[in-house]
């Protein structure tokens, strides 16, 4: 079974920090995208970081810019996001996604992990 199992969430004080990884198990051929949203109560899920997996390219909402580190490794099939300066606001669930193809054969597919509350509270 193929999924995608997100850790690293918790409780932070404002301005602390936080390390969230992502770990891809099960039959995988090939990860092209990983990427990390979030969602906060009431709003709509958010785009917060993205990395291509061959070349590392990264980007970055504009509010986490500067802040949140996006990084992968590509031989234990994780991807990590650390989060500094944390803020209130920054509270939300975080989940991880990725573009991957289970074998050649097969077109690319979307799979979601299944969350990590990350809290930013005094």
């Known amino acids: 079974q193929v999924q995608l199992v997100e850790s690293g969430g918790g409780l932070v004080q404002p301005g602390g920090s936080l390390r969230l990884s992502c770990a891809a198990s099960?039959?995988?051929?090939?990860?092209?995208?990983m990427r990390w949203y979030r969602q906060a109560p009431g709003k709509e899920r958010e785009l917060v970081a993205t990395?291509?997996?061959?070349?590392?390219?990264?980007n970055y909402a504009g509010s986490v810019k500067g802040r949140f580190t996006i990084s992968r490794d590509n031989a234990k099939r994780t991807m990590s996001l650390q989060m500094n300066s944390l803020k209130p606001e920054d509270t939300a669930v975080y989940y991880c996604?990725?573009?991957?193809?289970?074998?050649?054969?097969?077109?690319?597919?979307?799979?979601w992990g299944q969350g990590t509350q990350v809290t930013v509270s005094s």
């Open positions: 099960g039959s995988i051929f090939s990860i092209n995208v």
């Open positions: 996604n990725a573009d991957l193809r289970r074998t050649f054969h097969i077109n690319y597919e979307t799979l």
């Open positions: 990395i291509t997996i061959n070349n590392g390219d990264t």
